[in-house]
């Protein structure tokens, strides 16, 4: 099973702030990463698929990059919105398998 | 609107069944494969199960794999999950979510229900 590692798990952060958060795989899964938002009570939110494109009505604040093993989530300007916790997860292979997420809190 | 409707959760017995259900709307059903997630109390987020769009093919996670069985029915634009041999380790919150990939090439859940609570206890 392909394991995903994400970084920090735990981030405390401002408005308008800068964030990254990194999600590193065990093995190579190409571009095959999406990242994942949820608010506490919610279901997931698609964020990004294909490790950098950004899903309809998503905010362009929010961006990804990354190949094979090592991937980055970007929020270039934390609103408060934003406030939540982050998940990637790998669609390269079965069984697929999510982060531990990130859990981004107001400073 | 797209949208799935997740029913059937509730308290269950150790060893106990229970058949998830999840209602699609506002997009073709049956061309699309579709997933079950679930989720433990103050935890991540774990894929359970997959089934591709007439139902032949599925894909288990290990952990329930000889216990969990999904299945569809796209005349009643419907998924299901039949959940036999419950452990209080799979206390959870279900989700169902939709693949995009087949369809809009889009290689993620795009769609999520808003879960059905499951909880295994004595």
């Known amino acids: 099973d392909i394991q995903l590692t994400q970084s920090p798990s735990f981030l405390s952060a401002s408005i308008r702030d800068r964030v990254t958060i990194t999600c590193r795989a065990s093995q190579g899964i190409r571009s095959y990463l999406a990242w994942y938002q949820q608010k506490p009570g919610k279901a997931p939110k698609l964020l990004i698929y294909a490790a950098s494109t950004l899903q309809s009505g998503v905010p362009s604040r929010f961006s990804g990059s990354g190949s094979e093993t090592e991937f980055t989530l970007t929020i270039s300007s934390l609103q408060p919105e934003d406030f939540a916790t982050y998940y990637c997860?790998?669609?390269?292979?079965?069984?697929?398998?999510f982060g531990g997420g990130t859990r981004v809190e107001i400073k | 609107e797209v949208q799935l409707v997740e029913s059937g959760g509730g308290l269950v017995q150790p060893g106990g069944s229970l058949r998830l259900s999840c209602g699609a709307s506002?997009?073709?059903?049956?061309?699309?494969?579709m997933h079950w997630v679930r989720q433990a109390p103050g935890k991540g987020l774990v894929w359970v199960s997959r089934?591709?769009?007439?139902?032949?093919?599925?894909s288990y996670a290990d952990s329930v794999k000889g216990r969990f069985t999904i299945s569809r029915d796209n005349a009643k634009n419907t998924l299901y999950l039949q959940m036999n041999s419950l452990r209080a380790e799979d206390t959870a919150i279900y989700y169902c979510a939709r693949d995009g990939a087949a369809v809009a090439g889009l290689d993620a859940f795009d769609i999520w229900g808003q879960g059905a609570k499951v909880t295994v206890s004595s």
């Open positions: 089934v591709n769009v007439d139902g032949r093919s599925t």
């Open positions: 506002g997009f073709t059903f049956s061309r699309y494969w």
């Open positions: 997860q790998q669609v390269n292979s079965y069984p697929l398998t």
